[in-house]
């Protein structure tokens, strides 16, 4: 009876300590930089922030060269009509001899 006890607890043991073994991962986020919990990461080297900089660099001169000397990609391609030339009719403005201010 004892022994029954003893080589069913071992082998409740085993079972249990292969399993735990198995679900544990080896490499955490494998390949996809450190993982860090509760410390801040590390800092990227020198040439991954020059990297960055000369990129958001680039990019920043292709926007702002393109918006010098292609403005009508953000004011639309149509002619530019001053306001003054637009009627009250077109304003949706009634008359001034209408309404309720009328003297």
């Known amino acids: 009876m004892l022994a029954r006890a003893l080589v069913s607890r071992a082998l409740l043991l085993r079972t249990a300590k292969t399993v735990a073994d198995h679900a544990k991962q080896v490499k955490r986020n494998s390949g996809h930089g450190v993982w860090t919990y509760r410390v801040p990461p590390p800092m990227p080297s020198k040439r991954a922030l020059y990297l960055a900089q000369v990129l958001g660099g680039l990019c920043w001169?292709?926007?702002?060269?393109?918006?010098a000397t292609e403005p009508e990609h953000i004011y639309g391609e149509w002619p530019y009509i001053a306001p003054c030339t637009w009627t009250d009719e077109e304003l949706g403005i009634p008359p001034d001899s209408e309404g309720s201010l009328k003297k």
């Open 61 to 67: 001169y292709w926007i702002l060269y393109h918006i």
